[in-house]
C-alpha cells in the first residue's frame, strides 16, 4: 500500500472523520459539546480496554525478553527525546524561555493514549499485527519525561518551591491514566482469555464506536485550541510538526533493532511521536508554573496531536512496511 | 435582631493541580475549615481556561476560609509564600457571620 492509499484509508475511518468533524464544528464555533463527565467515561473506557485487551495477549504470548526490551527502550525514549526537543526548539524557536522550552521538551518525551488509542485501531483496521505488551510500555513512557523536563528546568535554574512536595510524586508516578492502563493491564494478564470472555461482550464490540465518539471530542478541545495556536511564534508550530517526525524515526530504529514486528515498531514510533497534554501539563503547572501553557497545551493537542492522527499514523505505518 | 461578629474572609482562587497542596498547607497552618468551588471560565496572565479543558489540572478552583482575623493572616501569608511562582488570586476581605463560636 503506497503512503496516499495509507492516509486516505485511515482518513476515512470513523474515528478520523468524526476527529474532522469535532474539529470543524469547533472552529466554526458551534455550540456542540460532549458533557465533560461523559468525555471522562469514555477515557476510562477506552484506556481500561486497552489495557485489559494487552493483559491477557501476555498471558497468552508469556513474558519474554522482548518485552523487558520494549519497557527499557520505551522508558530511555522517554527519557532523552526532552533533550532532543530542547536542542530542536533552541534552532527553530530561539527566543522561548528556558521554563516553556523544558516545559514543552517534557511533553513530547511522554506520550499520549489516545494516539496510541488510535494506531492501535488503525493497525487492527490494517490486519497489522503488534505485541499485546506495548500497552504496557505505554504506561511506562509517560513519566521519565517529566523528570528529564524538570532536570532541564533546574539546570536553567528555574522551578516552583511546591515541586518537592508530595503531590508532585503522586501526579507523576500515580496519576489515573497511569493507574488505569497498569492496572487493567495486570487484571488481563491474570485472568487471561477465559476471564476476559465474562467481559469482552462490553470491552470489545463497543470498542471502535467510544473511540469515535471520543475523537469527536478530541477535535472540539483541539479546536478549541486553535485559536490559541495563531499566538504562538511560527518557529514553534513548526517544532510541533518536525518533532514527531524525528522522534518517530528514532523510536522506530530503536524498536527494529529490538526486534519488535512490523506493528510493534509502528507503536513505539507512535509513543516516541506523540505528546503529553493530560499528565505532563498537569506536572508542569505545579513543578515549572513560569512556563507557559498556552504554548505547551497548545502545541501538544492542537499541532501534534492532529498531525499524528491524520497524516503521522499512516506514514509511520507506510516507512515500517516499505522497509521492513 | 441576632448578634454579628466580624471576621476575615480568605479567598484563594488555584489552578487545579495546586488545591490539594493548598489544602495541605491550610491544615497544616490550622484552618478549622474551608469550602472549595470549582470556577468557570476566566483569563489571566497563563492565558485564557476554562473548566472543561483537556485536563482539571488547567482549571480553577476557589477555596473559601472564613476564620479569625490573626489565624486568616497568617493562613494568607503561608498561603502566599507557597504560591510565589504560581497564578493565583489570593483575597482577604472583611466579613460578619452569625455563629462566632464556628470561626
Sequence with gaps: MGFFDAALANLLTPMILAFGLGLGAGILRSDLSIPEAIGKAMAVYLMFAIGLKGGVAVNQQGVGVDLVLALIVGALLSFFLPFLAVALI???????DVATRAAVAAHYGSISVVTFLTAAEFLRLSGVVFEGFMVAVVALMETPAIIAGLWIARRGGV??????????????????????????????????PVGE???????????????????????????????????????LVVYGIVMPVLSAAIGGVLGVLIGLSTGGVVLLAVLSASASYIAVPAAMRLALPQANPGVYVTLSLAVTFPFNVVIGIPLYLWVAETLL | MHELFRKKRLEI?????????????????GATGYTISSASAGRGDAGRWQRDDITPALGRATILVVAKEDVARR??????????DHAAMILLSDVEVFRDADY
Excluded: H
Design chain 2, 13 to 29: 482562587i488555584v489552578e487545579g493541580a495546586l488545591v490539594e497542596t493548598v489544602l495541605g498547607m491550610l491544615d497544616r497552618e
Design chain 1, 90 to 96: 533552541r534552532i527553530l524557536s530561539p527566543a522561548t
Design chain 2, 75 to 84: 493562613l494568607a501569608e503561608a498561603v502566599y509564600d507557597l504560591l510565589a
Design chain 1, 159 to 192: 522551578g516552583s518551591r511546591v515541586s518537592n512536595s508530595s503531590s508532585l510524586y503522586r501526579e507523576v508516578l500515580l496519576n489515573g491514566s497511569v493507574v488505569l492502563l497498569l492496572g487493567a493491564f495486570v487484571i488481563g494478564w491474570i485472568v487471561g
Design chain 1, 197 to 235: 470472555g465474562d467481559v469482552k461482550a462490553f470491552f470489545d464490540a463497543p470498542f471502535k464506536g467510544v473511540l469515535t465518539l471520543f475523537l469527536l471530542d478530541m477535535g472540539l478541545l483541539a479546536a478549541s485550541r486553535i485559536r490559541q495556536a495563531c499566538g504562538i511564534p511560527p518557529g
